[in-house]
């Protein structure tokens, strides 16, 4: 069956650099999303993706954050200036059209020091 | 606001047991209710639930909305270790036309031997 497949699975980095988390959405699928959930707490929606835009983009992603679909393959977020508090879980959907459930990638452990 | 509040936070049963577990939003624009199982890392899709009053049944998984107050349920039958997982609740609802998923905090089942 086919998968969401999202590298690295954990991710390292000091507190200010730059940081870019990789998606392999499902290859006919066509909407995608990126949602952070920090240990323990719920899964939260950051931005999701549709025809080359972001299409709707919670509070959480600021300035810092930024999404790209550079090539017919991958998606990718990028954190600009990491702070502390942007340790957490985030995981990588996608979903073949509006009214289908989304299909999850492994997520990738980002930590912040 | 839009929220979507998941009980009870954490069950322990014995194999062989019943579960019932809740899920109840307030959302404005509802389109869907779905749930997952999360163990380890991504959130697999159980089921999608659009119509009230319709059960969806998978194996020993049974789930069913109710529009009119507001809520669902998932009932694991027979429950075996291997359901032990967390399982999520999120509404998909739509603004301005495009989907956006609210996540309950979800409800941590532990299955004894």
């Known amino acids: 069956e086919p998968e969401v497949t999202q590298t690295p699975s954990h991710q390292v980095t000091q507190m200010g650099q730059e940081v870019i988390l990789r998606c392999v959405p499902i290859?006919?699928?066509?909407?995608f999303y990126w949602y952070r959930q920090i240990l323990g707490q719920k899964v939260e929606f950051l931005v999701s993706?549709?025809?080359?835009?972001?299409?709707?983009k919670s509070e959480i992603f600021d300035d810092q954050f930024s999404v790209e679909r550079p090539d017919g393959s991958n998606f990718t977020l990028k954190i600009r200036s990491t702070k502390l508090e942007d340790s957490a879980m985030y995981f990588c959907a996608s979903k073949v059209a509006a009214a289908q459930p989304q299909h999850f990638g492994d997520g990738t452990r980002l930590s912040i020091l | 606001e839009d929220k979507v509040v998941q009980s009870p936070l954490s069950l322990v049963v014995h194999e062989g047991d019943t579960v019932t577990l809740n899920c109840s939003y307030e959302?404005?624009?509802?389109?869907?209710l779905l749930w997952y199982k999360q163990e380890k890392k991504a959130p697999t899709f159980l089921f999608m639930l659009t119509s009230s009053g319709i059960e969806k049944k998978s194996g020993r998984l049974s789930s069913i909305l109710d529009k009119k107050e507001l809520f669902s349920i998932l009932n694991i039958t027979a429950t075996q270790t291997g359901d032990s997982a967390v399982y999520l609740c999120a509404v998909a609802l739509t603004t301005s036309g495009t989907y956006k998923y609210i996540f309950g905090t979800g409800t941590r089942l532990k299955v004894l031997a």
């Open positions: 959302v404005t624009n509802f389109r869907s």
């Open positions: 290859s006919n699928h066509l909407y």
């Open positions: 993706f549709y025809n080359n835009e972001i299409s709707e």
